[in-house]
Each structure stands twice: as structure tokens, then as C-alpha cells.
């Protein structure tokens, strides 16, 4: 396990990267467009442990190339050995492993680099802004984070999705997905600012594409004076 990766590979070994084999147990078509996958984890929890928003590797075969993207766990039980994943479908070698994805089909996975602090003090607050490639970790943010109040915007149609938003205490705003993010900064400019007025201990959380995640960050640091302790922000892919 592990060959044939090239130099991203490589590196992850050099760095003491952990690697497993998945196993497909069962899949579940949320929607149309979002997939969901219980693994079978080839003893990942049990070596690696369990943390909020804990990710995987999982490596693909592109034209015999490899390619690797991130997911992070749905319910994972290390009692059991298992855990979910779930795939927003589009365009793509991942998405068409997981539209293919049959019980008893197997995929490599690799662990590094996922981690997990919990803010101190704890929030007052929880923004989250992403959408539905980071819905599972949104969701694994909203059970570890639970007790606060939670903000939620969302770029694109949360409807029929497992969001995990709790009525009465956790807001959802869906925002439709414009001008390649552009139609989200602005949302999040004009109403943000209102949500983190009076609340003394916000942590934003933020992962969408590269480019509007890395806006917003910028913007939720400097122009809103948030401490950079208490913001996240991590692009979870790259718009075209």
C-alpha cells in the first residue's frame, strides 16, 4: 500500500503518514448530487484516534496518475470500525468513484495532518460559512461545538442535505453560489458584521473554494479585528 503515488506520496511517508484500507459497506444517495459511503476503516480509529473534523486522504487512480482529495468522517465508531463519508457529485475522479461505489469496493486512505483544537475560551459564537463539500465537517464542527449559538452560511441549496443545524439555536443562510463566490463575500460582508456584534468570544470557521475562503479570511481578520486564534479558514477546493 502506499506505491505509486508519486512525489505526494512520498512526502506523506517521509512525514509519518499513516496509511489503511477501506472497505465499502454500504452507500445511500442523499440526493441526486450527494452521496453518502459507510466505510469499513481497515483499523484507521483505532490507531489513529477520533477528533472533530477529522479528515482522510483518499487516493484515486487518474488516467493511472494518482489523486488524492480530502473528506472528512461522518459518525465515525471506533467500536464498531466504521465510518461515513460523504461526496458532493460533480465532475471529477473522486465523485465518479463514488457514484461507482459498490459494498466490498476498496480505497486507499491515508492519515496526516488532521487535527482538531478546541477555542479557549469556548465560543460565544459559532459562524461557519461553507457549503456542501464542507458540509460534514460543518456538522462535526456543530456537535463539538454544540452549546453555542450557531450561524451557518451556506453557498448553495442546503435543501434535502444532512445539515445538522439545530431549530431555534443554530441559523442556516443559504446563498446562492454567483460570480465564482463573489455573490457570498458580499452576503457575508453586509451581515456578518450585525451577528458579531455583542457576542464576546465568536469563532469563525470558514471553508469554502480556495480563492473565496482566503477573501473572507482577510476580511473576518482585518477588517473585523477577529484574533486569528479564532478564526479557521481552510479552502476545500479550487474553482476553475
Known sequence: MGQGRGWEGAVLR???????ALTVLDT???TPHYRRIRLDDG?????AG??????VRLWFSDGGRPHQRAYTLVDPDPA???FGLEFALHEGVASDWARAARPG???EATVQGTGFRDPDPAPSHLVAIGDPASLPAINSLLGALGSAPATVWFEGEPAGLP???AAGRHEI???PRRDDGAHLVERVRAELPAVLAGTPDPYVWIACDTATTRTLAAYVRRDLGVPKQRVHALGYWRAD
Not at 483499523?43 to 490507531?47: C, D, M, N
Open 43 to 47: 483499523g484507521l480509529l483505532a490507531a
Open 14 to 20: 517521509l512525514m509519518r503518514a499513516k496509511d489503511f
Open 80 to 82: 464498531t470500525g466504521t
Open 28 to 30: 445511500e444517495d442523499v
Open 50 to 55: 477520533v477528533h472533530p473534523t477529522m479528515w
Open 173 to 175: 443562510r443559504p446563498v
Open 163 to 165: 445539515s445538522r443545524t
Open 105 to 107: 469496493d476498496t480505497v
